[in-house]
């Protein structure tokens, strides 16, 4: 009987002005809504800011809101989390992941790491708040490069968890780094094949892409660059076609911006919406109603968890400036 009682609380009537509700809870929480580029387009337009996960990090950072709604996944909330421990953190729904996150437990990168004694480690953002708590540095696809370019070159570096961000990041520095090898699930989906095949049908359109595809797409990519990256690109390109080898989900504020342009979302290996992020379409209209009239589910961690975990994102934010 409890569990049907609770089912019916969180049913939402389909004639509720969702948008319109999401708005007035925004007002009555003194609340801000940070969502992710790979967010529904619904929900990008609600929000107060979107971006990749460095200017949601800084956004995050800086805002004197008294809760901070976070529609994107998990690892990005523990981030808003780790910089505002007075502040309450939702996520509209606890199972929005990361394959990347996921296939990086910190027990076991810990013990990677014992392997290589005097070597420092740089953990892309997308990870646990576990993993940052044992890691030197945090980065993110837009500045990895700059941050390893800050690193003295006797220091030996392990970097972790995308090994193709790793790749990307040792090719454009130059610097040797050992790499975990985890990959991004959304990103290792695109057929180099049908992108090949996809280019000789549009000979105009420049093929984009995020470091977290595999090197053979990106050796064939005009341009490479983070989520961010990507739509500063297209918005400053003479070109007018693109094909988009990254999560779908950008090619609404690319859309946008750029109304007279063209975009074409590169395409999986199978037929499926693989190149769709499922973690990503776990948050709805829907859920972020609910996660904000009944203010969960919440973002908590051990405080000695956060205080370490503080630390290496910190000097990510000021290496960034």
Known sequence: MENQDLLQERRVSPLLDLVSEIKSLKQKLNAVILAHYYQESEIQDLADFIGDSLQLSQQAEKTDADVIVFAGVHFMAETAKILNPGKQVLLP???AGCSLAEGCPAELLQKFRDRYPGHILISYINCSAAVKAISDIICTSSNAVKIVNQIPEDQGIIFAPDRNLGRYVMKMSGRKMVLWEGA???HETFSEKKILRLRLGNPD?????H?????PVLEKADFIGSTSGLLNYV???EATEFIVATEPGIIHQMELKNPSKKFIPAPPESGCSCNECPYMKLNTLEKLYLCMRDRKPEITMEEEVRIRALKPLKRMLEMSK
């Open 205 to 209: 359109a420049l093929l984009i892409a």
């Open 93 to 95: 729904d606890l199972n």
């Open 211 to 215: 470091p977290e595809c595999e090197e």
């Open 235 to 237: 918005t400053t390109s």
């Open 184 to 186: 991004c699930i959304v």
